[in-house]
């Protein structure tokens, strides 16, 4: 995948939180350094993430010597890493120094603050010889469920994502999101083919020094998901934040309307572009964007398939929809749809069983002009009383009375709403009821200090 690395030489490639400086050249270098106690095999390796030097040194090494590497976020609970490291028995853990594994493996290298531990126990496996990454699916925490990637679904999405996006050499970008999730990692992809900059940040970025870091080293372009782009409304809408901002790119779940009218008129103002995408795990990142132009006119679609890429509308019998604005599932085909699943050691030896084809799960329609919209999931539609309702646009609805929430059915003919720091719940439920011809029996609220989110800053949308 970057064996166009060497190409770019002395230009900076890396800059850490420590203000370390690595040229392209320097990262090759400091791949030997890794790899040098790593069997010649094709071995199994958990890449416990961070967005830090030691990881994205360990990511290239791995990948580009034919392992099989899974990301996982440095912050899933110590408990379900190992059933994890049980159930899939990898061959080496790549891991900060001070995480303390109850496992059966040995410390045979260190590369600064990462240790590199070694199965006591290997267990031969015969894995799928085009697989290359293993990839929790964008909310899942220590799930045992990963999406298989190959080297072309990367490849190709890779190659996809430079055609529309302006990326170039001089470029530099900062982590904003989790190295383990699928965003987060394709935005490093890019911009190292490339020959960019990645500063290398892990604070959030409502922490006072992530501005700093950010004017400090000339960024001039980052990816977002809703969460980031609410900081971002509050916190960085003055000029010195948009003095060097070429563009930023928004994905991982749909802002609400209010939002991205006012993230779309701040960019307008500050004369930036804003890019609209839309994509999963499932193929590779991403699968659709709209082209910043459109950010006004089209304001809420995930705009058109990624060159390579093609989208279909179907119905329920699986049966193409060409009518402009009738609702169906999202179907995609392309290079860069993943392998399959994978839920256990023996999934490893699986090929691939999607062929290039991703049923999305989401409900959406094509408007006159090609653009596509979405309009919910097949696994957020609830049937109450016989009526079909779509949770989604219920907490539209909150939204747009003021209030932010998340709903769910917990039993049957009932929809159970969590809402933020909110007590006058006889009054949100009449407008409920107004607003939905749904009896108010239906609706229970409760109210908590803060609606959760995962790792990678996406609402739970199952939590107690």
Known sequence: ????????????????????????????????KVLKEIDSKKNLIFLIAKNNLETLIGYLSFTESANVVALIDD?????????????????YIYCDSK?????????????????????????????????ALLISTSGSTGSAKFVRQSNVNIESNIKSIINFLPIDPNDVTITTLPFSYVYGLSII???????????????????????????????????????????????????TFFNKLKYSTHAGGKMNLELLKDIVSLYKKNKTKFYSMYGSAEATARMAYLDWKFAEKKM?????????????????????????????????????????????????TK???????????????????????????KDRFVK????????????????????????????????????????????????????TSIHPSVFSISSINKLPINLNFKPKLKFN
Do not use: W
Request: charged share 30%; glycine share 8%.
């Open 1 to 32: 995948m970057f064996k166009n690395l060497k190409k770019f030489k002395n230009k900076t490639a890396i800059i850490t939180e420590k203000n370390n400086y690595f040229s392209y050249t320097n990262i090759i270098e400091e791949t030997d």
């Open 75 to 91: 912050r899933t609970n110590i408990d379900l890493l190992e059933k994890l490291i049980l159930l899939y028995k990898p061959d």
């Open 99 to 131: 995480k303390k594994l109850n496992v059966k493996y040995k410390l045979i290298n260190s590369y600064y603050n990462f240790h590199i531990l070694k199965s006591k126990d290997a267990v031969k496996k015969n894995m799928y010889d085009k697989l």
């Open 189 to 239: 992809n890019t911009h190292l083919k490339k020959g960019a900059a990645v500063v290398l940040n892990e604070k959030s970025m409502i922490d006072k020094s992530f501005k700093k870091t950010f004017i400090k080293h000339n960024v001039n372009n980052f990816g977002g998901v809703p969460y980031s782009y609410k900081i971002m409304n509050r916190v960085f809408n003055d000029s």
């Open 300 to 348: 809420g679609s995930i705009g058109k398939a990624i060159p390579g890429g093609k989208f279909t509308i179907e119905d329920t019998k699986g049966k193409e929809i060409y009518k402009h604005g009738n609702q169906g599932e999202l179907i995609y085909r392309g290079k860069n749809v993943c392998l399959g699943y994978a839920e256990k050691i023996s999934d490893l």
């Open 351 to 377: 090929g691939d069983t999607n062929k290039g084809i991703l049923r999305t799960g989401d409900i959406g329609f094509k408007d006159i002009d090609g653009f596509y919209f979405l309009s919910g999931r």
């Open 384 to 435: 109450i009383h016989g009526q079909r309702i779509n949770l989604i646009e219920l907490e539209e609805i909150i939204l747009n009375y003021g209030i932010e929430s998340l709903c769910q059915t917990n039993e049957e003919n009932k929809i159970h709403i969590f809402t933020k720091k909110y007590d006058k719940f006889k009054e949100l439920i009449n407008h409920l009821s107004i607003k």
